[in-house]
Nanobody, 115 residues
Framework: QVQLVESGGGLVQPGGSLRLSCAAS????????MGWYRQTPGKERDLVAT???????NYADHVKGRFTISRNNANKTLYLQMNSLKPEDTAVYYC?????????WGQGTQVTVSS
């Protein structure tokens, strides 16, 4: 059984920063592409950023220059550094990862940007 567990969400003021983490656990022998997605009530889950196993990154236009995705393959952990946060960044953030050739989702972590 493999799983992804996110952490690091919370309440932050506009202009502030948060760092999300996603730890993969279980019997993992292959760790492929990983990514962050977000979802607000009544809307579809949207891409935030992805990172390949070799470190190539891809960002949604609305987070370019503000968010940075990174990974530590040895620790099987994915990160999302979020700076200059805006109220419209408020959402549940989900981790997604290719574990052993199959994509899995984490349970999500709430990020709220409000004064």
């Amino acid at each position: 059984q493999v799983q992804l567990v996110e952490s690091g969400g919370g309440l932050v003021q506009p202009g502030g920063s948060l760092r999300l983490s996603c730890a993969a656990s279980g019997s993992i022998f292959s760790l492929g592409r990983m990514g962050w997605y977000r979802q607000t009530p009544g809307k579809e889950r949207d891409l935030v950023a992805t990172i390949s196993s070799l470190g190539s990154t891809n960002y949604a236009d609305h987070v370019k220059g503000r968010f940075t995705i990174s990974r530590n393959n040895a620790n099987k952990t994915l990160y999302l550094q979020m700076n200059s946060l805006k109220p419209e960044d408020t959402a549940v953030y989900y981790c997604n990862a290719d574990l052993n050739g199959m994509y899995h989702w984490g349970q999500g972590t709430q990020v709220t940007v409000s004064s």
